[in-house]
């Protein structure tokens, strides 16, 4: 049977759910373009910081005013730099993009579920301060606006593996700030323990999923979700 094509909604600026809403469809779909503007950066970033340093060693070479023994420090620091690039650089893109697409995709669930519980009457679960509510909301969310947010088996297997990602990411200390001192406690307590490896070293419980095919898969499948999430509220509020 021929399905009437669903009607078009438009935003009545003098509601305050409706500018509500179009600012936050605006603002998740920006966040999730830039997930993937993130991601496909990372070969750039990698390349050009090899080249760079490739480069430098080339000029400081064929400086011939000044000895060789000038030269061996700044010519040993930069191929310092070029073997960290091809052991790590990538891999520190690629775990940046896992856990900064990870925080997104949490801001926008934990801003739908507030979005919801303002406009809609529909009361928003208890947030984790200080970790992820990602399960916690997209349960909620799948309650409060059913069929919008029905995933997929390759979707569930993709966030639930990377949720392990990001966890190790971050317990292991590949984001932690020396500089303040809670960063500081955090890394001489990791130092101490028997779980402690190189700073860099990529553990056996991610080592297969931390790499370019895997973290694209698990972006794009972010992306999908933050834009599903975005067009159900947007619609959820305007409806209302």
Not at 27 to 52: S, Y
Not at 154 to 176: P, Q, S
């Amino acid at each position: 049977l021929f399905r009437s094509p669903m009607p078009r909604l438009i935003p009545n600026h003098g509601k305050r759910s409706h500018v509500d809403a179009v600012a936050f469809k605006a603002t998740a779909e920006m966040a999730a373009d830039l997930c993937l503007r993130g991601l496909a950066a990372t070969n750039d970033a990698f390349d050009l910081g090899l080249r760079g340093s490739l480069e430098k060693q080339d000029k400081i070479i064929s400086d011939l005013g000044r000895s060789l023994e000038e030269r061996s420090k700044p010519l040993h620091e930069e191929k310092r730099r070029e073997c960290f690039s091809r052991d790590f650089g990538r891999t520190q893109h690629l775990a940046a993009s896992t856990v900064l697409t990870y925080a997104t995709l949490d801001t926008v669930l934990a801003e739908a579920v507030r979005l919801l519980d303002i406009h809609c009457a529909i009361t928003a679960p208890g947030q984790n301060n200080r970790g992820s509510s990602v399960r916690g909301n997209l349960r909620h969310l799948r309650k409060a606006m059913p069929g919008l947010l029905l995933l997929s088996r390759r979707e569930l297997v993709v966030l639930n593996e990377f949720l392990k990602v990001r966890n190790i990411l971050i317990h292991y200390g590949y984001f932690l700030n020396g500089a303040i001192p809670r960063g500081k406690k955090l890394i001489k307590r990791l130092r101490a323990s028997a779980d402690y490896g190189d700073y860099f070293q990529i553990r056996k419980g991610f080592a297969i999923l931390l790499r370019d095919y895997a973290v694209r898969i698990f972006v794009e499948v972010c992306n999908g979700l933050i834009r599903r999430v975005a067009d159900g509220v947007y619609r959820r509020l305007l409806s209302n």
